[in-house]
C-alpha cells in the first residue's frame, strides 16, 4: 500500500465519487478501519482530512469491499471527479471555455501560416497589422472579384470608384484623405518599393507545426493575443492571410475608394453577412460580381 496516497484537496471527492459509484456505505468502510460512521463521513464530506495511513486504510476498505485494486480505485476515483465537475458547469462558461479554446487554435494557425512568409513580408505585414486586420469579408470578396476582370475593366471600376469617393464635400473629404493617408496611402507607398514575387499558394497546401517562434513571429502572436480583435478577425488572417499579402498597389487603392465611400454613403443595404455597406458600395459589389461572372464563363466558351 505504500505509495497509495490521494493529494489531501482531493481525497473527499475521490472518496465520495467510489462510495456513490460501488454503493458502499459509510458504516462498512468504519467497520473495516476501526472507526465511526459519523468520522467516515466526514472525511467524505471533507469536513475532516485523514492523515497518509489513514488515507490508505480507508482506500484498502474500499478496494476491498469493490473488489478492485487501490491504484484502479484512485484513478477511477479522479476521472469520476473529473466528469462530474463537468456537469456542473453553466452554460455561459461552456461557451466561454468553447470560444476561447477556438480562439486560441485561430490565433495559433494564423502563426504557423505567418512563419512561412519570407521575412521582409513578415517585417511589412507587422508594419500594418491593424490595416490587415480590419478588413472585412466583404471587402476582400471585392478585391478577389476585382483582380478577376481584365485590366481595361479594371479601370473602368477603379474610375467609377474614385469618382464615388471624391465626389463630395471639401471639408469631409479633407477629414477622410488624412486618415488615407496614413493607412491606405502609406502602404500603397510601400508596395511600390517592392519588387515582390507573389507569394504561391502551393507552398501553403501543408501547413507545418512550429517548433520555436521567431522573434518576429512571436511579435505577430502577440498581436493577434490582442483582446480588441475579435475571433472572426483572427480566422480571417490566418485563412486569408496569403491573399492579403499578394495585394497590389491597385488593390489597395481600390480599397482606399471603397472605405472613402463606406463612410460618406446613407445608403442602407446588407451585404451577405449582414454588414450595412449602403448602397454605392452595394452596387460596386454587384457589379463587381457580375463582371467576374461573365469573366469566368467567357472562359469556359459559354459566353
Same mark, same amino acid.
Given at each position: =500500500?505504500?505509495?497509495? +496516497? ?5 481525497? %473527499?471527492?475521490?472518496?465520495?465519487s467510489? =462510495? ?5 456505505? *459509510?458504516?462498512?468502510?468504519a467497520?473495516? +478501519?476501526g ?6 463521513? $466526514?472525511?467524505a ?19 476491498? +469491499?469493490a ?8 484513478a477511477?476515483g479522479? /476521472?469520476?471527479k473529473?466528469?462530474? /465537475? ?5 452554460? *455561459? ?12 487554435? %485561430?490565433e495559433?494557425w ?8 519570407p521575412?521582409?513580408k ?5 508594419d500594418?497589422?491593424?490595416l &490587415? ?12 472579384n ?15 470608384a474614385?469618382?464615388?469617393?471624391m $465626389?463630395?464635400?471639401q471639408?469631409?473629404?479633407?477629414a477622410l484623405?488624412q486618415?488615407? %493617408?496614413l ?6 507607398? $510601400? ?24 522573434e518576429l513571429?512571436?511579435k ?20 486569408r492571410?496569403?491573399?492579403m499579402?499578394?495585394? $497590389? ?8 475608394? +471603397?472605405?472613402?465611400? &463606406?463612410?460618406?454613403? /446613407?445608403?442602407?443595404?446588407?451585404t ?12 460596386? =459589389? ?13 472562359? &469556359?466558351g459559354?459566353?
Amino acid at each position: =500500500m505504500s505509495g497509495i +496516497i490521494v493529494e489531501e484537496q482531493s481525497f %473527499a471527492s475521490v472518496l465520495k465519487s467510489l =462510495m456513490k459509484k460501488y454503493r458502499i456505505s *459509510g458504516q462498512k468502510i468504519a467497520d473495516r +478501519i476501526g472507526k465511526s460512521q459519523k468520522t467516515v463521513s $466526514r472525511y467524505a464530506n471533507g469536513e475532516v482530512v485523514p492523515k497518509k495511513k489513514i488515507q490508505e486504510q480507508v482506500l484498502q476498505a474500499v478496494s476491498e +469491499i469493490a473488489g478492485y485494486s487501490t491504484e484502479e480505485l484512485v484513478a477511477e476515483g479522479k /476521472e469520476i471527479k473529473r466528469v462530474w /465537475e463537468l456537469k456542473t458547469v453553466t452554460l *455561459g462558461s461552456a461557451r466561454r471555455e468553447a470560444y476561447k479554446e477556438r480562439r486560441e487554435q %485561430a490565433e495559433k494557425w494564423a502563426v504557423r501560416v505567418f512563419a512561412l512568409l519570407p521575412e521582409e513580408k513578415q517585417r511589412f505585414m507587422l508594419d500594418f497589422f491593424d490595416l &490587415y486586420a480590419e478588413l472585412k469579408m466583404y471587402e476582400m470578396e471585392m478585391v478577389d472579384n476585382f483582380r478577376r476582370i481584365p485590366a481595361e475593366k479594371e479601370q473602368v471600376i477603379m474610375d467609377v470608384a474614385y469618382f464615388l469617393a471624391m $465626389r463630395k464635400d471639401q471639408e469631409k473629404k479633407d477629414a477622410l484623405e488624412q486618415y488615407r %493617408a496614413l493607412k491606405y496611402g502609406e502602404v500603397c507607398n $510601400r508596395i511600390s518599393q517592392y519588387q515582390w514575387e507573389p507569394e504561391s499558394r502551393d507552398k501553403y497546401l501543408e501547413i507545418p507545426e512550429l517548433e520555436e517562434e521567431t522573434e518576429l513571429e512571436s511579435k505577430f502572436a502577440r498581436k493577434l493575443a490582442d483582446k480588441s480583435l475579435e475571433l472572426g478577425q483572427i480566422q480571417r488572417l490566418g485563412i486569408r492571410l496569403v491573399d492579403m499579402i499578394n495585394y $497590389r498597389v491597385e488593390d489597395w487603392r481600390f480599397l482606399s475608394y +471603397i472605405q472613402v465611400i &463606406y463612410v460618406q454613403d /446613407e445608403g442602407t443595404n446588407y451585404t451577405r453577412d449582414y454588414q450595412i455597406v449602403g448602397d454605392e458600395v452595394y452596387m460596386l =459589389m454587384c457589379w463587381l460580381e457580375k463582371l467576374a461572372e461573365k469573366q469566368y464563363l467567357s472562359g &469556359y466558351g459559354i459566353c
